[in-house]
């Protein structure tokens, strides 16, 4: 199967899982755990989340893999910046990315996207780290763009 489809499948696995399901810790938890097992080239899968008791800053939340940074500022790192732009961000090579955050120094390439709830306040990002460089693309973009929008915006 290619990946297009991979994430089409794996959309519909979710919704049929979060089906009824409100509790938001428990969606991004299965979120995090579908995907994760679903994709072979993820590496560390997971949600910082707005802190509602220090905006501005991420704290990690539900995640899959080695041991996440528990916290990160708006504005730092890759998953800061997504934060603060509200702009997904795919980088090819972390280490030559200004001010990343090295957590686990296998990590290589990542995806960073920006998760809105249903007013379109952000309310987490969701970070994908791959320990090879160069492993994310616009399909991986579209894929995960369209379950984060299908199981926190609506
Ligand atoms: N790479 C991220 C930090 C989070 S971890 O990789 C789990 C960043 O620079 O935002």
Known sequence: MNKRDQYRETAKEIA?????????????ATVS???HHAFEHYFWTGFYVVDPEKPGELVVGPYQGTLGCLRIPFGKGVCGTAAATGETQIVEDV??????IACDARS??????????????????FDVDSDR????????????EAILRASFAS
Request: no cysteine; proline share 4%.
């Open 16 to 28: 049929a899982v979060l089906d009824g399901e409100t509790n938001l810790t428990t969606r991004m």
């Open 95 to 100: 280490h030559a990315f200004p001010g990343h």
């Open 133 to 144: 460089k160069a492993m994310f693309d616009e399909t991986d973009r579209e894929g995960l």
């Open 108 to 125: 290589a390439s990542e995806i960073v996207l920006p998760v809105v709830d249903a007013s379109g306040t952000l309310i987490a990002v």
């Open 33 to 35: 755990n579908i995907l």
